[in-house]
């Protein structure tokens, strides 16, 4: 029996990227955005919109099943990185994409954020508790 065909990405469906950012120094951290979707109904969003939220990683996700790691939370970013890649405006570097991941059950408060990631043939639970001002531990499940 042929393997089902895959189905794309409803548009209305919430992504997640990770992008490899490298700053004119050379140096490079990860940043890994998350979309807030728009209340059912609303006009088609704003690319300048800040509604990504942001963790700065270090290094790539690791392959492990469980990993935790401490992060930074950045300041939301635009809906443009959602498509972006290549270079940062004010001369901040240069971003290239790693992946991007259909995103589901994405929860929010002040001091957690708990999201399902659908990445190829894996699925990535996030769940990232604060622990000061921008520091976060970030639990990441792979199955």
Same mark, same amino acid.
């Given at each position: 029996?042929?393997?089902?065909?895959?189905? =794309? $990405?409803?548009?209305?469906?919430?992504?997640? *990227?990770?992008?490899?950012?490298?700053?004119?120094?050379?140096?490079?951290? !990860?940043?890994?955005?998350?979309? $807030?979707?728009?209340?059912?109904?609303?006009?088609?969003?704003?690319? =300048?919109? /800040? %509604?990504?939220?942001? !963790?700065?990683?270090?290094?790539?996700?690791?392959?492990?099943? #469980?990993?935790?790691?401490?992060?930074? %939370?950045?300041? =939301?970013?635009?809906? !443009?990185?959602?498509? +972006?890649?290549?270079? *940062?405006?004010?001369?901040?570097?240069? #971003?290239?994409?790693? !992946?991007?991941? +259909?995103?589901?059950?994405?929860?929010?408060?002040?001091?957690? #954020? %708990?999201? @399902?990631?659908?990445? =190829?043939?894996?699925?990535?639970?996030?769940?990232?508790? %604060?622990?000061?001002?921008? /520091?976060? $531990?970030?639990?990441? @499940? /792979?199955?």
């Amino acid at each position: 029996m042929p393997p089902a065909p895959q189905q =794309d $990405r409803p548009q209305s469906a919430a992504r997640a *990227v990770l992008l490899l950012h490298t700053l004119p120094d050379a140096s490079s951290h !990860f940043d890994l955005l998350l979309e $807030r979707r728009p209340e059912s109904g609303a006009p088609t969003p704003d690319p =300048d919109d /800040r %509604r990504l939220i942001t !963790f700065r990683l270090p290094n790539p996700l690791p392959p492990a099943s #469980v990993t935790e790691l401490e992060v930074e %939370r950045a300041p =939301d970013h635009r809906a !443009f990185y959602l498509d +972006h890649e290549g270079p *940062v405006s004010d001369a901040r570097g240069h #971003v290239q994409r790693a !992946f991007t991941a +259909h995103l589901t059950d994405l929860h929010e408060t002040e001091d957690t #954020v %708990r999201a @399902t990631l659908s990445l =190829d043939q894996s699925i990535i639970m996030i769940d990232a508790e %604060r622990i000061d001002s921008n /520091r976060w $531990r970030l639990l990441l @499940t /792979r199955s």
